[in-house]
Nanobody, 133 residues
Framework: QVQLMESGGGSVQVGGSLTLSCAVS????????LGWFRQPPGGQPEDVAS????????YYANAVKGRFTLSQDNAKTTLYLQMNSLTPRDTAMYYCAASDSDAPRTQRKVVRTDTVPTEYNYWGQGTQVTVSS
């Protein structure tokens, strides 16, 4: 199964930047997307950015478009989320996640998006991002 481990979170002031990293392993042909979602304190999980592995297309939530950039290293073992112009609204636990068509049906987390909810099947332990004014 896909395994993910995040790092790089921390505390930053408004307008600052952070780069989150995610070590990815266990990706197979059935893994069709990698991405990040976040969960604000007391809130619901919400999608941040995702990469469709088949075609390399990246999607961003409207709330982060133009500020966040999703990328992979050449070996495709690390997923990055570069976050710029951070605001207190970005304060959340950030999770690296994967969608996999072979995952057990009970192994899923539904995540809110700007349109219809999406779901991920594997996710890491999360890394906290706190933005203060």
């Amino acid at each position: 199964q896909v395994q993910l481990m995040e790092s790089g979170g921390g505390s930053v002031q408004v307008g600052g930047s952070l780069t989150l990293s995610c070590a990815v392993s266990g990706v197979t042909k059935s893994t069709f997307s990698l991405g990040w979602f976040r969960q604000p304190p007391g809130g619901q999980p919400e999608d941040v950015a995702s990469l469709i592995l088949a075609d390399g297309i990246t999607y961003y939530a409207n709330a982060v478009k133009g500020r966040f950039t999703l990328s992979q290293d050449n070996a495709k073992t690390t997923l990055y989320l570069q976050m710029n112009s951070l605001t207190p609204r970005d304060t959340a636990m950030y999770y690296c996640a994967a969608s996999d068509s072979d995952a057990p049906r009970t192994q899923r987390k539904v995540v809110r998006t700007d349109t219809v909810p999406t779901e991920y099947n594997y996710w890491g332990q999360g890394t906290q991002v706190t933005v203060s004014s």
